[in-house]
């Protein structure tokens, strides 16, 4: 099954909630396995359940709401901070999101989303708002981000941004290129430029 993310299109989870750690995305107890499978499930567990227990959903998280969907997280500024656990990325991937929007990331899990095929979008503060608001008004508007031209847009609202990625991750992303894929792909210049010394 191929990795590679140019264009998404899809509705949007809003968790409109700043400072989001690692711990809340995935808390601690959760960190034994090894592979990255099975932890969507324990994705911000304590937020999502009472006492701990899957059969007792709090209603009033925006995950157990029925209206919220789709391959989009969308979250306040500042997600990701707190400790380096890549298991943040691969719980919120497993969990079925391929793109993760906010105004800023903390920079390890920004890597870790990179390194892990979750695409960590960047936008303004001002666009992160107008997106809050337009979910909440309708969760069933679509965002969509295409990789290749760099752009996160609602076409319905006509709202449109630019956003970074490095070109090593975008040739990564748009090929479905881990580190050891990437260099396998230059095989040929890497055996050229031996060859040349």
């Known amino acids: 099954m191929s990795k590679a993310i140019n264009e998404v ?7 409109d909630i700043e400072n989001v750690d690692t711990d809340q995305i995935i808390p601690a107890r959760f960190l034994k396995a090894t592979s990255r499978d ?4 324990n994705l911000f567990r304590d937020w999502r359940y009472h ?3 899957e059969s007792q959903p709090k209603a009033d998280f925006v995950m157990n709401d029925p209206k919220f969907s789709g391959k989009f997280l969308v979250a306040g500024k500042n997600f990701g901070c707190g400790s380096s656990r890549e298991h943040a990325a691969w719980a919120i991937k497993d969990a079925g999101f391929d793109v993760v929007v906010s105004s800023f990331f903390a920079d390890i899990f920004k890597n870790n989303s990179l390194n ?4 960590p979008v960047t936008v303004s503060e001002e666009f992160l708002s107008k997106l ?3 979910v909440k008004e309708n969760p069933a508007i679509e965002v969509q981000v295409s990789v290749q031209d760099q752009v996160i847009e609602v076409p319905a609202l006509g709202l449109k941004e630019q956003f970074d990625i490095n070109a090593y991750k975008k040739t990564c992303f748009l090929n479905g290129y881990d ?4 260099l396998l792909s230059i095989k040929p ?8 010394r």
């Open 9 to 15: 299109k899809s509705t949007v989870v809003p968790v």
């Open 132 to 134: 809050f608001a337009a």
């Open 189 to 196: 210049e890497i055996e050229a430029f031996e060859q040349s």
């Open 38 to 41: 099975g932890f969507g499930k």
């Open 116 to 119: 892990n095929f979750l695409l």
């Open 51 to 53: 006492n701990d227990d």
């Open 179 to 182: 580190d050891i894929d990437y």
